[in-house]
């Protein structure tokens, strides 16, 4: 197995296990906050905004990882009718695509929102966290999806990727 293969299949081990403590939390936060609220009759005011941030993280993240897999809703009614050749070409420019997408609008997006909101001290309300540092989800996820791009355009050109 090539070096990319491992280290491909090292991150996505990673994000994986990330992404399910992140849904673990984000339970855990939401069901004390639903215990509090009826039982207690009282309100936790972090456990709303921690609720929040879990999504933020767990939806941009998930992103990244769906890019991995390949596993982004698609309608391949008309990829299914292109020849060999052009399905290939199909690959290649959606790869190319998702490439760009990650780095405009995720990285170089998402390193100017980090920059500024930390720049701007900006503190989430409740938590009191640098809202950067819950920002910076963004270009971090779109680093990793271009380096997923990347990948998958190598698979393409070795040919043995076919979705």
Same mark, same amino acid.
């Given at each position: 197995?090539?070096?990319a293969?491992?280290?491909f299949?090292?991150?996505c081990?990673?994000?994986?296990?990330?992404?399910i403590s992140?849904?673990?939390? #984000?339970?855990?936060d939401? /069901?004390? @906050?639903? %215990? $509090? =609220?009826?039982?207690?009759?009282?309100?936790?005011? &972090?456990t +709303?905004e921690?609720?929040?941030?879990?999504?933020?993280?767990?939806s941009?993240?998930?992103?990244?990882?769906?890019?991995a897999?390949?596993q982004? #809703?698609?309608?391949?009614? /008309?990829f @299914?009718? %292109? $020849? =060999?050749?052009?399905?290939k070409?199909?690959?290649? &420019?959606? +790869?190319?695509?998702?490439?760009?997408?990650?780095?405009?609008?995720?990285?170089?997006?998402g390193?100017?929102?980090?920059?500024t909101?930390?720049? #701007?001290?900006?503190?989430?309300?409740?938590?009191?966290?640098?809202?950067?540092?819950?920002?910076?989800?963004?270009p971090?996820s779109?680093?990793?999806?271009m380096?997923?791009?990347?990948?998958?355009?190598?698979?393409?050109n070795?040919?043995?990727?076919t979705?």
């Amino acid at each position: 197995m090539k070096l990319a293969d491992v280290l491909f299949n090292k991150a996505c081990r990673i994000m994986e296990i990330f992404l399910i403590s992140i849904f673990g939390l #984000l339970v855990i936060d939401v /069901l004390g @906050q639903v %215990f $509090s =609220r009826y039982i207690l009759n009282t309100s936790f005011a &972090f456990t +709303e905004e921690l609720a929040r941030f879990s999504l933020i993280w767990l939806s941009i993240l998930g992103a990244a990882y769906l890019s991995a897999k390949r596993q982004h #809703l698609s309608m391949d009614f /008309l990829f @299914q009718k %292109f $020849s =060999r050749k052009n399905q290939k070409k199909a690959l290649i &420019f959606i +790869e190319l695509c998702i490439f760009l997408f990650a780095l405009v609008v995720m990285v170089i997006g998402g390193f100017n929102l980090v920059y500024t909101t930390l720049h #701007l001290g900006q503190l989430s309300g409740t938590l009191r966290i640098p809202l950067g540092c819950i920002y910076a989800i963004m270009p971090l996820s779109g680093l990793l999806m271009m380096c997923f791009s990347i990948y998958h355009l190598s698979k393409i050109n070795a040919n043995k990727i076919t979705d």
